[in-house]
């Protein structure tokens, strides 16, 4: 009889050498071992946090959570921040002023709150974040000549697009969570690498980010966030980073229904990337961070046609 162990010691099969069922018996025991070794492959390995602090707002739609909490000893100093909620009955329990403890998940590209426990009811006035309802611009709106200044510290303007799609995002170069500024800078750089793998789109699309923390992120500051993100320099003939003064931000965040503010000395922001047509008016706006490198180029490559 042939014996056939599958693992490390945790069970072995034994085929007879002869019979009818021989070759059925072969058959199972190769498909345990495809399946031992699919078992075998580990998973990204998740890293666990302690958090604590308190509840700034809730968004019930996103199922996201903002706490204003205290350090992450091993991963990040006190902030407020936005974070997703892994447990869904939370949304309907939690309250601005709340104090809570949970753990911070962190695992590839994605982060959220689990075991999410209200250890205080709030006292007092709650926090409350933002400025009333926000407001959009929709596809077919002129888009404003916004001015900026580039990571070389030169002055440019939306306007000077024109004639090219114009692929444009926000961020802060200090967002510490793998899900929202990283992952638009990631998608960006995905984008960017594919346009340089397309002779016919080189041309005909610009990628420009813009960081709302201009007090920070100055040109030498987004020229080397930029580097790390592009591969090289080089590409800043395609895809800029870029900022200007705070009343320069403010208007072209505000336009695009991005909405951010300052809380312990952090900013809390929302999500949002435009995709602006050739004539300079909008194609597409992203809310969030669920859209995809490979859905922005399919819309980019309907603007522009063969």
């Given at each position: 009889?042939?014996?056939?162990?599958?693992?490390?010691?945790?069970?072995?099969?034994v085929?007879?050498?002869?019979?009818?069922?021989?070759?059925?018996?072969?058959?199972?025991?190769?498909?345990?071992?495809?399946?031992?070794?699919?078992?075998?492959?580990?998973?990204?390995?998740?890293?666990?946090?302690?958090?604590?602090?308190?509840?700034?707002?809730?968004?019930?739609?996103?199922?996201q959570?903002?706490?204003?909490?205290?350090?992450?000893?091993?991963?990040?100093?006190?902030?407020?921040?936005?974070?997703?909620?892994?447990?869904?009955?939370?949304?309907?329990?939690?309250?601005?002023?709340?104090?809570?403890?949970?753990?911070?998940?962190?695992?590839?590209?994605?982060?959220?709150?689990e075991?999410?426990?209200?250890?205080?009811?709030?006292?007092?006035?709650?926090?409350?974040?933002?400025?009333?309802?926000?407001?959009?611009?929709n596809?077919?709106?002129e888009?404003?000549?916004?001015?900026?200044?580039?990571?070389d510290?030169?002055?440019?303007?939306?306007?000077?697009?024109?004639?090219?799609?114009?692929?444009?995002?926000?961020?802060?170069?200090?967002?510490?969570?793998?899900?929202?500024?990283?992952?638009?800078?990631?998608?960006?750089?995905?984008?960017?690498r594919?346009?340089?793998?397309?002779?016919?789109?080189?041309?005909?699309?610009?990628?420009?980010?813009?960081?709302?923390?201009?007090?920070?992120?100055?040109?030498?500051?987004?020229?080397?966030?930029?580097?790390?993100?592009?591969?090289?320099?080089?590409?800043?003939?395609?895809?800029?980073?870029?900022?200007?003064?705070?009343?320069?931000?403010?208007?072209?965040?505000?336009?695009?229904?991005?909405?951010?503010?300052?809380?312990?000395?952090?900013?809390?922001?929302?999500?949002?990337?435009?995709?602006?047509?050739?004539?300079?008016?909008?194609?597409?706006?992203?809310?969030?961070?669920?859209?995809?490198?490979?859905?922005?180029?399919?819309?980019?490559?309907?603007?522009?046609?063969?």
């Open positions: 009889m042939d014996a056939h162990r599958i693992g490390e010691s945790q069970f072995s099969i085929v007879p050498a002869k019979g009818p069922d021989f070759r059925n018996r072969k058959l199972l025991v190769v498909a345990c071992l495809v399946f031992a070794s699919c078992r075998e492959r580990p998973p990204v390995p998740a890293q666990r946090y302690e958090i604590k602090g308190k509840v700034v707002s809730v968004d019930k739609g996103r199922a959570v903002t706490l204003a909490h205290e350090e992450i000893p091993g991963y990040m100093p006190a902030m407020t921040m936005p974070f997703s909620a892994k447990d869904a009955w939370a949304m309907s329990v939690l309250a601005p002023g709340q104090l809570v403890q949970a753990a911070l998940v962190v695992q590839g590209n994605r982060s959220w709150l075991e999410i426990t209200i250890t205080q009811a709030p006292s007092g006035r709650a926090v409350q974040g933002g400025n009333g309802a926000v407001q959009e611009p596809p077919g709106d888009i404003p000549d916004f001015r900026l200044t580039n990571q510290g030169k002055r440019i303007h939306l306007g000077e697009f024109r004639g090219r799609a114009l692929l444009l995002t926000f961020v802060y170069t200090r967002c510490p969570l793998p899900d929202y500024c990283p992952r638009m800078s990631n998608n960006f750089a995905e984008i960017y594919a346009v340089k793998r397309d002779p016919r789109l080189l041309s005909k699309i610009h990628l420009l980010t813009i960081s709302f923390d201009p007090e920070f992120d100055k040109p030498q500051v987004l020229r080397s966030y930029g580097t790390a993100y592009a591969g090289g320099t080089e590409a800043f003939k395609q895809w800029e980073f870029a900022s200007g003064s705070p009343e320069d931000v403010k208007k072209i965040a505000m336009f695009f229904g991005l909405t951010y503010w300052q809380e312990t000395g952090q900013i809390i922001h929302s999500l949002r990337t435009a995709l602006i047509a050739p004539d300079g008016k909008l194609a597409q706006l992203y809310r969030g961070n669920d859209w995809t490198p490979q859905q922005v180029l399919a819309q980019v490559k309907r603007l522009i046609g063969p």
